[in-house]
C-alpha cells in the first residue's frame, strides 16, 4: 500500500474522545453534553421549506442555485455579511473583501493554505478549539499555548511569546470560547490587533459564536480595532442559521483577498449555490431578527438550567464558567479526577450513559494538562434531559471524589 502523507501523522495525536466517542452520543439511550451542534428547535425548518420551494419555482433561481456560481460567494450572501453581520458590530467592510466558505474550517484550511509553511509557529489559546489545532497540525505548523484567565488570553504572555517564538499567526477565539465559553474583554481585544500590526503577525480572530448573545454586554471584534490589515475575521452561519448549509465567511484586506480567491479557486471553485441562496434569503426576507431573538432566549434557558445543576449534584471544588452566550460551559473538577477515564465510564455504565468531552484533548501542550477538566455543552439538550444528565453525571463524580 502506498504511504500516507506524512501530515496525517498528527492526527494520531487527536484526544481519543473526540476520535471514539462521538459515535456514542449519537446512541438516543446517551443524554450528550458533548457535541457543539445547534438545538433541533433551533433550525428554521419551516422557513428554509418556504424559501426552497420559491426558489425551485422560479427558472433563473432554480437554475441559479444548481449551476456553477461565483469564487467568492454570492453578491447577495456577502452583502448580507457586511449590512448585517459586520456593520452593527462596528466592523465597516466591503463585499469584494468577504468571501463565502464551507463552514468555518474551511476558512481556516484557506488561510493555513495561504500563510502556514512546515515548523512554522501558531500561537493558540491554553484550552484551544482542538480540531483547529488538528488543521494546523496538518499544515505541519508548531501549537504554542498562551495562557488565559477569566478575561480570555493573557496578552502579556501573549506579547512574551510573539517575542520569542516569531509566530506566523495568533489564533484566538474572543467571544464564548470553544471550549471554555470565556469572553476576551474589549480592552485585550484592541490589544491584540495592536499587537499583530507592531509585531507584523496575522491576527486570526474565530468567532462563530459571537451573534448567540442572551447576557452580558455586547463587545466590538477585534477586527474593529486593526488600522493594518493584520487581522482575518473568520465567522460561520452554523450557529445562526444552518449547521448543515455548512456556511461560513472570511474578512480580510486586499492583498489577503486576492490570495484566498486563488486558494479557494484551486481547492473547490467555490461554496455550493444552494445554501447560499437559501442563507440570502433568510436574511433579505427579514426572518433572522425574530429567529435570533428565539435561538438566545432558547440557549439562555438552557445555559442557567445546565449551571443550576452543576452547583446542585456536582461535588464540592468543582469550579465552572459563566459564560455569557455560545454552547458551552468549562468544569474542572477535583484533582484527582481523571475525565478521560471518567468518560469511558459515564458512557458505558446503564445507570448513567451521559457523554461530554474531556479537557485533555483541548491542550496544544500536552502533558496531563486539562486532565480533571471536561466541556460541557448544553445548546442541543433540553431542560429535562439536562436536569436528569447533570444529577447522574454528578453522582458518578462524587463516587470518585477522594
Known amino acids: 500500500m502506498a504511504h500516507f502523507a506524512k501530515r496525517m501523522k498528527s492526527m494520531e495525536n487527536s484526544a481519543y474522545v473526540v476520535k471514539k466517542l ?12 458533548g457535541g457543539g451542534a445547534p438545538a433541533r428547535e433551533a433550525l428554521p425548518v419551516d422557513i428554509v421549506r418556504e424559501i426552497s420551494n420559491d426558489i425551485m419555482r422560479m427558472d433563473s ?59 512554522d509557529i501558531i500561537l493558540v489559546e491554553s484550552p484551544s478549539f482542538v480540531h483547529s489545532v488538528e488543521v494546523f497540525e496538518m499544515f505541519q505548523a508548531k ?22 517564538y516569531k509566530p506566523k499567526m495568533v489564533y484566538v477565539i474572543p467571544t464564548f470560547q470553544n471550549p471554555t465559553g470565556i469572553t476576551l474583554s474589549q480592552e485585550r481585544r484592541k490589544k491584540i490587533a495592536e499587537l499583530g ?28 480595532f486593526d488600522k493594518t490589515g493584520h487581522t482575518i475575521l473568520a465567522n460561520s452561519f452554523s450557529k445562526i442559521f444552518s449547521a448543515g448549509s455548512r456556511l461560513g465567511y472570511i474578512y480580510a484586506n486586499d492583498e489577503i483577498t486576492e490570495k484566498l480567491f486563488d486558494a479557494k479557486t484551486a481547492t473547490n471553485s467555490h461554496t455550493a449555490m444552494l445554501p447560499q441562496i437559501l442563507c440570502a434569503e433568510f436574511f433579505k426576507r427579514g426572518y433572522y431578527p425574530a429567529h435570533h431573538k428565539m435561538i438566545c432566549d432558547l440557549y439562555r434557558e438552557r445555559r442557567d438550567v445546565m449551571l443550576e445543576c452543576i452547583d446542585k449534584f456536582f461535588p464540592e471544588g468543582t469550579k465552572r464558567t459563566t459564560p455569557d ?3 458551552f460551559v468549562w468544569v474542572e473538577l477535583p484533582e484527582n479526577i481523571n475525565t478521560t477515564e471518567l468518560l469511558k465510564e459515564s458512557v458505558s455504565n446503564p445507570d448513567v450513559k451521559v457523554a461530554f468531552v474531556a479537557g485533555e484533548g483541548f491542550y496544544a501542550e500536552g502533558g496531563g494538562k486539562g486532565r480533571n477538566c471536561m466541556r460541557i ?12 444528565g447533570a444529577e447522574k453525571l454528578g453522582r458518578l463524580i462524587s463516587s470518585k471524589v477522594k
Not at 22 to 33: H, K, L, Q, T, V
Not at 93 to 105: L, P, S, V
Open 22 to 33: 462521538f459515535g456514542a452520543m449519537n446512541d438516543p439511550e446517551i443524554i450528550s453534553f
Open 61 to 119: 433561481r432554480g437554475i441559479e442555485a444548481l449551476q456553477y456560481g461565483p469564487v467568492m460567494g454570492t453578491a447577495d450572501l456577502r452583502e448580507v455579511v457586511v449590512n448585517e453581520l459586520l456593520a452593527p458590530k462596528g466592523v465597516e467592510a466591503k463585499a469584494e473583501n468577504i468571501i463565502i466558505t464551507g463552514g468555518g474550517m474551511e476558512a481556516i484550511n484557506l488561510l493555513c493554505q495561504l500563510f502556514i509553511d512546515p515548523d
Open 143 to 164: 501549537c504554542i499555548p498562551v495562557s488565559m484567565d477569566e478575561n480570555g488570553m493573557m496578552t502579556d504572555d501573549l506579547e512574551e511569546k510573539i517575542i520569542k
Open 197 to 224: 500590526s507592531k509585531y507584523d503577525t496575522i491576527i486570526l480572530e474565530d468567532d462563530p459564536y459571537r451573534d448567540i448573545r442572551y447576557s452580558g454586554s455586547d463587545l466590538l471584534p477585534i477586527k474593529s
Open 325 to 327: 452566550g455560545g454552547l
Open 377 to 388: 455543552s448544553y445548546g442541543g439538550v433540553t431542560p429535562e434531559k439536562i436536569r436528569i
